[in-house]
């Protein structure tokens, strides 16, 4: 069978991605090394995935704020653990102008900045500068902040959506006066990710703690939502960090107790980002196209009026009565009449992903149905149906629609996690092509055998089993 998207996902799966961005429209590699142009229909499926995690942010009191793009080298200098993990990522700034030498524009020798600049890469000494400034007495917590930002991380390896050097996320920082609000609040911000994930992306997640070995540089815990992709391989999809005081020590984030001492704050960090997009599009899409969970598609419906020059004109009209009717039920709703034809318009559709496909002909329009297909069930779910039976179920439809995605995914991972005993059980494992992710005990992978199986296959530790956390999951990641 002829599909949209070539190769398909098993002749070549990392292809099949890369040809997916681009037959969706959704983003372009940029002039810029390792950098992508989201172009407007993903733009616009970014900003419904923000919308909705900004709502939930806020309903757990967390306030937005914006931080500077560049940041002095002194405050990574303060936090040294913390930036080893970055520092060969970092992007420099060092000059305050250009200047036309020989022809050309050059940083300007005379312009050498006295105190280079990083651009941000993450915001942690940044952001706890201004705590140290803001928190002054226990009256002051908790000071729970986030911010919607750019960062810049020179990417080696890019690909778009997944890893490239410039990518957008959310932060947020917050600062209690105890270590067990500071651990709640982490494990709080862990389970808004991992229910956000289901209830909007579609995609149930295995939760856990990082190990020691993958935990975030200056944390004391890093709680993790790991996706599984169609190949297999892992994606980090969010993460949520208790950093103890680590932070606030290095900083001075101190407040005057309830006793009248003072003592240091105890600080998380939360973030999720672009990267996000990439998950939902690895993990649903298909050989013919993406395919969108109707809470983050840009329109929920498409309407394709089939058109003969005799009939174009009624027949767009009803069209929009249609769309206006659906809008009215809640539903974002596209009425294509654009000059393509009928074909056409249904594959751009199908390659976008959008959740259900309306075709509207001169007998559709006499006998008041319609045709409607849903893009997660493909071909084999074209029916006709009463157009007023569609406006009354158009968002049952949707919840159905969301709901048979979760099932999909669900019934996927639950074939993609294999139980190994022991390290001789996951070598043959891997070894034999098996993919997924491998659950073992925690115990058996702190030794040089793992740690030749971690160089020969390309696995890692991912998380420990948040629901026997003497296992771990072990995978191959993006």
Not at 44 to 70: C, T, Y
Not at 358 to 364: D, F, L, T, W, Y
């Amino acid at each position: 069978m002829k599909t949209a998207i070539t190769p398909t996902r098993a002749e070549n799966f990392s292809e099949w991605y890369q040809n997916l961005i681009v037959a969706a429209d959704l983003a372009e590699n940029a002039p810029v090394r390792g950098c992508m142009t989201i172009k407007p229909y993903g733009w616009a499926i970014w900003e419904l995935m923000r919308d909705e995690m900004d709502r939930r942010i806020k309903s757990h009191g967390v306030q937005n704020a914006n931080f500077p793009l560049l940041i002095p080298i002194d405050f990574f200098n303060k936090e040294a653990e913390h930036v080893a993990g970055f520092a060969k990522e970092c992007a420099v700034v060092t000059h305050h102008r250009l200047k036309m030498i020989d022809g050309t524009l050059q940083p300007d020798p005379d312009s050498k900045l006295t105190e280079p600049y990083i651009i941000r890469p993450t915001s942690e000494t940044i952001i706890g500068e201004a705590m140290s400034r803001w928190v002054q007495s226990y009256r002051d917590l908790p000071l729970k902040l986030n911010q919607w930002v750019n960062v810049m991380r020179w990417e080696m390896r890019p690909r778009m959506f997944l890893r490239t050097s410039e990518f957008n996320w959310q932060e947020g920082h917050n600062v209690f006066a105890t270590h067990d609000e500071a651990n709640a609040d982490a494990r709080k911000m862990h389970k808004m990710y991992g229910d956000y994930m289901r209830d909007v992306l579609a995609i149930p997640s295995i939760m856990g703690e990082k190990t020691p070995e993958e935990r975030f540089a200056g944390a004391d815990h890093t709680y993790t939502l790991e996706h599984i992709m169609q190949d297999g391989k892992a994606l980090q999809a969010g993460t949520s960090h208790d950093l103890g005081q680590h932070f606030s020590k290095s900083f001075g984030i101190q407040f005057l107790g309830t006793d009248g001492k003072l003592q240091h704050g105890w600080t998380t960090s939360w973030g999720t980002t672009t990267r996000m997009m990439g998950s939902m599009f690895m993990v649903h899409s298909d050989d013919d196209g993406l395919i969108l969970p109707p809470s983050v598609a840009p329109y929920q419906v498409v309407i394709i009026p089939i058109t003969r020059e005799d009939t174009a004109a009624a027949l767009n009209e009803y069209a929009e009565i249609l769309g206006d009717k659906l809008r009215g039920a809640g539903v974002r709703v596209l009425v294509d009449t654009t000059d393509m034809r009928a074909p056409d318009k249904m594959w751009k559709w199908i390659k976008r992903g959008v959740p259900l496909r309306v075709e509207i002909g001169a007998r559709e329009m006499e006998s008041e149905s319609i045709t409607i297909t849903r893009r997660d069930l493909g071909r084999e779910s074209k029916r006709t149906i009463a157009v007023d039976e569609l406006v009354a179920s158009v968002n049952d439809i949707m919840r159905d629609i969301h709901d048979t995605m979760v099932a999909r995914v669900e019934k996927r991972n639950a074939e993609m996690i294999h139980d190994v005993a022991d390290l001789t059980a996951l070598d043959a494992a891997l070894a034999n092509g098996v993919i997924g992710f491998f659950r073992i005990k925690y115990e058996k992978t702190t030794n040089e055998q793992f740690d030749g199986l971690m160089e020969k296959y390309k696995i890692t530790r991912r998380c420990l089993d948040d629901r026997d956390p003497e296992y771990v999951f072990v995978a191959k990641s993006y």
